[in-house]
């Protein structure tokens, strides 16, 4: 029997199947995106639990003219394969291939680009009422999971589409998860009687509780909301991970994102490479820090699982709060328990610290108030791509007044940094990248990792010809090139804020300097090089690089830092270059 995903190259394909094969197509989605994930790994567990969603979306909506929004998309490989991309899907999110989530520009079904959660609400109102504008119909839906209800931006868009009248339909995706188990009072309230009341008083049609698995109900309730004339939120209760035993069975994620895996004799195997990561060391160093001072305190907003956390959140449960996938709010939180006397360190990933960067400055740099950010992800995250790279956390908070920011070369260099973050009296961030930690040089262990204060010299030609400036792990990629470069120096500037201005005006004295650094070189480290040295009359050649000024899609890492000549091979390239322009 040949299969039916086969013959579906569109959501006409779904419509007209008789309802009776829809559970078949949903069998044989989820073995699709097992074996997919299985392949090349992905967000298999948010995508398992939502195929009968997307089913029946598909059934009731008619896209592109109706436009269904997924938020954050990692939920939404059934609609990947449904529209048009099942036989590339076995490339997503390797370089060139299907991207990580949904973007307009991969398949005019994807309606709403996106990576970044709880933006469906606002994006869709704005959809239907741009739509009303241009004399548009079709229907709007915004498919959010419970954890996009802890971020306040969908607040915003409820509290807006609500007072609106408009009739958006909002298909909350009920799993109990954020990536751990969802937190706050909100998801509590989920579960009782009181979320129609909640709803309602928004001013929503509240259709629900029903099975988020059982295709009739869903249906039913969907054709409902599709035939409102005011906004609607159906609420569907669903299982995240379902349909394969080892994700339903993992009690912390719910197989949120799993890397490759394989089945051997009936037992899953997951390549997990076994390194410890930046990530991991930078908790085991808080750890510590914990043990001893206790005022420290650690706030993740939703990233427990990706940031490490989780060991310490079971060693220190009030030390350690999950707030939800509210960023604001992290900081703003932290800014609080500063202001009474707490050490608190948010440990945020750069991408989502983007959002935000008012709290950052409004809420805790204007009052020097002594929160520690600890910015994992920063530079290059590889498969999830554009909406996930850690750009521009340098160049936005080298920009605050009495914020210090930091980089560490090895995990070895992490406590010590924490240390001068924990004792410094205002703002401080410590940037470290996705990815596991590299080995100590014998240069390192020659230059130390303490004491942090200023810059620190990994390699010092006798007669200097040129300087690599190079920040974080690339500092390590530096000193491979220069060992094999007669009269070239690295220095790790360590602080990017403030800068080691001696060691820095050193480093022009021999005339030739190229200043490496992962994120983008529009405002970053090389750009206050720059300004040290026109402040100082000072006028070596400079080669800036780093990430360009463009948004890199998903890749592998390793693969992109070498097309962006972020390795050895890339810094002798420039290096030599920049002294061929001296001759
Ligand atoms: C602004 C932002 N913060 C954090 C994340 C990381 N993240 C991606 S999915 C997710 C959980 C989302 O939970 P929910 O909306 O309930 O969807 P589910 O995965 O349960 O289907 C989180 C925290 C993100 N994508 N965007
Ligand atoms: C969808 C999302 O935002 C997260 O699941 C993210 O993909 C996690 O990234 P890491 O794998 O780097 O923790
Ligand atoms: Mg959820």
Redesign the pocket.
Known sequence: MTGLLPRIHSPADVRSLPESELPRLCEELREEIITVCGRVGG?LGASLGAVELVVALHRVFHSPQDSILFD?G?QAYAHKLLTGRRERMGTLRQAGGIAPFLDPRESPLDALAA?HSCTAVSAGLGMLEGKRLMGRTGHVVAVLGDGALTGGLSFEGLNNAGGSHLPLVVLLNDNQMS?SANVGAIPALLRTREARAFFEGLGFTYLGPVDGHDLGALLKALREARNSSRPVVVHAMTQKGRGFPPAEADVQTRG??MGPYEWRDGKLVRSRGGQRTFSEAFAAALDDAMAVDPRVVVVTPAMLE?SALVDLKARYPDRVHDVGIAEQHAVTFCAGLAAAGARPVCVIYSTFLQRAFDQVVHDVCLPGLPVLFAVD?AGL?GA?GAT?QGTYDLSSLRALPGLALMAPVVGEDLAPLLAAALAAPGPSAIRFP?GTLPGMPPELHAAGTSPVQGARWLLRAAAPRLTLVALGPLALAALEAARAEPGWSVLDPRWVSPLDEPALLEAAACGHVVVVEEGTTRGGLGSAVLELYAAQGCSPRVRLMGMPDAFIPHGDARAQRAELGLDAAGMRRAGRALLEMGR
Do not use: E, L
Request: net charge positive; aromatic share 0%; charged share 25%.
């Open positions: 967000h954050v990692h990576g990536i949120h994102a990706g992800r995250v999830d996930h996705r």
